[in-house]
């Protein structure tokens, strides 16, 4: 016997499918209640998409704002429809919709045999009132969205001419070679320019705001240390080579800068494999997680010329939950943090993960200061917004702690930190097929 499947066409309407996708069979219709909002802003289109390539039919039901605000309109809008099915058996899925809303539902099942689903957070599994019974079960979530399809979903695309790695995936486990470690990465190196003239206090003066002006203007953040070997470096000029010298400064700062960019990469697939390393070597802690992706540049459909956001490392669970790990190398930008924390709630909703992942760098000498200040600023920062949450990376054996001025600082190992973050999502039940 078919069935019909009722959702509440919503904003984040990607939540809507993995418990359609986990209950839909061959034959089955779904059925999205639409509001004149949802017709307006067209919330089915991409979900509609994602059925459609999966072989499932899709109609719907257009509300009123009348049908969302009574919960008896909102029942018998259902229970008219059903009438005209009576051989179809009724789902209501319960992910969509204002919250006052699952009243109406509530009406219709003491109308009707209506059984409800919905999807949970934590764990990431289906729970289900059968028409039958008072208290709802849980069950494993199945056929879970791939990362295409939630990007489908949310109405966005991989931005033309960039490609992401799969790094790991549910169904093929890990899908890259191991690269080298981020820890065996040497320090920047800046350009050498011989020192002309020894002393010269005017010029020497002049060169320090030449180097505060350009570090401002390029947005380097350079440590005290690191400031001070950079003046040594490139040493005092003579002013008629200023000119030359500042040219030569900007050519160097340039260089810096592309060195960080390939560092901050490296870091990036090095944390990639560390976590596709760990979901093989822990199966009961990956069974949530659905694929992970690193690189990916994502564009809205309508707009595919504008990069919408990047993800670092991105881990889609079977809930259609989204983490990023946000892999920070290099300077902190906490407006641009939180610019996008903005961005990847607007995709994956107010459920989605915003992880700053910071490797634990102590070697050379004068990288241990800048690592030290890195994660008191992060764990303020996390204290104050639990939007936040920080990971630090940590290489295999690598001791996580340091001192530094006399104290010692300890963190979880990289590790530590992926089950603790993980196993708040991991089923209750048995694994269903997928």
């Given at each position: ?7 509440v ?17 061959q ?144 169904n ?24 002309w ?11 320090q ?21 950079l003046v ?30 390939s ?52 881990i889609?669970l ?7 790990l ?13 610019a ?38 992060l ?30 600082y300890e ?24």
């Amino acid at each position: 016997m078919s069935r019909r499947i009722y959702a509440v066409a919503t904003g984040q309407n990607h939540a809507n499918l993995p418990p359609i996708l986990s209950v839909a069979e061959q034959g089955d219709l779904v059925v999205w209640l639409e509001t004149p909002l949802a017709r307006q802003r067209r919330w089915v289109a991409g979900a509609n998409e994602v059925l459609r390539r999966r072989h499932i039919q899709q109609t719907s039901i257009e509300l009123e704002d009348a049908d969302v605000h009574s919960p008896r309109a909102l029942a018998r809008r259902i229970l008219d429809d059903l009438s005209q099915h009576p051989n179809a058996e009724a789902v209501f899925v319960l992910n969509g919709g204002q919250k006052h809303m699952v009243l109406g539902v509530g009406e219709a099942r003491q109308g009707a045999r209506l059984q409800l689903v919905y999807s949970d957070v934590r764990p990431a599994q289906l729970w289900v009132l059968d028409p039958e019974d008072s208290a709802f079960h849980a069950e494993a979530l199945r056929n879970p969205l791939t990362f295409d399809e939630f990007l489908l979903a949310t109405g966005l695309s991989e931005a033309p001419g960039t490609t992401s790695c799969l790094v790991w995936s549910h169904n093929g486990g890990a899908q890259v070679e191991p690269a080298v470690s981020y820890a065996q990465a040497g320090p920047i190196k800046l350009p050498v320019l011989r020192s002309w003239m020894q002393t010269n206090p005017e010029l020497r003066a002049r060169w320090q705001d030449l180097v505060d002006k350009a570090i401002r203007n390029t947005g380097v953040r350079l440590g005290v240390a690191q400031r001070l070997e950079l003046v040594q470096r490139l040493g005092s000029v003579d002013s008629t080579l200023f000119t030359a010298t500042e040219a030569f400064f900007r050519h160097a700062m340039q260089q810096v800068l592309q060195q960080q960019a390939s560092l901050g990469k490296q870091f990036e697939q090095s944390v990639a494999r560390a976590v596709a390393r760990f979901l093989t070597e822990n199966p009961d802690l990956a069974r949530p997680v659905v694929e992970v992706r690193q690189g990916l540049v994502v564009a809205k459909r309508e707009t595919p010329e504008l990069t919408f956001a990047e993800y670092d490392v991105a881990i889609l669970l079977e809930n259609a939950m989204l983490i990023h790990l946000e892999c920070k190398s290099g300077a902190l930008d906490e407006k641009d943090l939180f610019a996008r924390l903005a961005k990847l709630r607007e995709v994956g909703g107010q459920a989605a993960q915003q992880v700053l992942c910071v490797p634990l760098r102590t070697e050379p000498a004068d990288q241990l200061a800048h690592t030290h200040e890195t994660l008191q600023r992060l764990q303020r920062l996390c204290q104050v917004s639990p939007n936040f949450q920080l990971l630090v990376y940590t290489e295999p054996g690598q001791a996580p702690a340091y001192e530094f001025e006399g104290q010692r600082y300890e963190f979880p190992t990289f590790e530590q930190g992926l089950r603790q973050l993980l196993a708040p999502f991991r089923p209750e039940v048995a694994r269903g097929p997928r």
